[in-house]
């Protein structure tokens, strides 16, 4: 499926994505919930439920760093400072460092307000903004609005595929 092309489709399918996902993990037991694997029953970085949602919480962190600077008129760096698209690696093993230790249910609240604090940046423009390829020189040849799809719903989907082994533990 194609990305969103209006506002509106961005927001419901963000909206949709998330409610989807944290569904799903409110639905997990908490045994289930609060585990450590070790044998990448996840992914190879990501070890607990925890570790993805943060994941999903410091881009939304870094996206909205971004977009402060490249909206104030400044260059930002993609993906974050020092780092490039390339070093992805690098960067998702730094967040997963960051959050060590982090339960699951401080996870979900730092998740939950910083989708909405990203939500709140796509609601302030109109579909012309988000969606005109090179209206501000911070995207480059994109959009604003694919910017915010990749971050939030287009994230919320891995995670959520990420995840998703683990109903299979259920009993």
Partial sequence: MPGPATKKELLDLSEKNFSKLLDFINELPDDIKNKTYTHDELNDRDKTVSDVICHLHEWHVMRIAWYKAGISGEKPAVPVLSYSMQTLPVINRRIWEKYQGTDV????????????????LIEKHTDDELFTRKKYPMTGSTTLGAYFYYNTSSHYVWAFKTLKPLKKMVK
């Fill in 105 to 120: 249910k401080k996870a979900i609240s730092l998740f939950k307000e910083s989708h909405k604090d990203v939500m709140a």
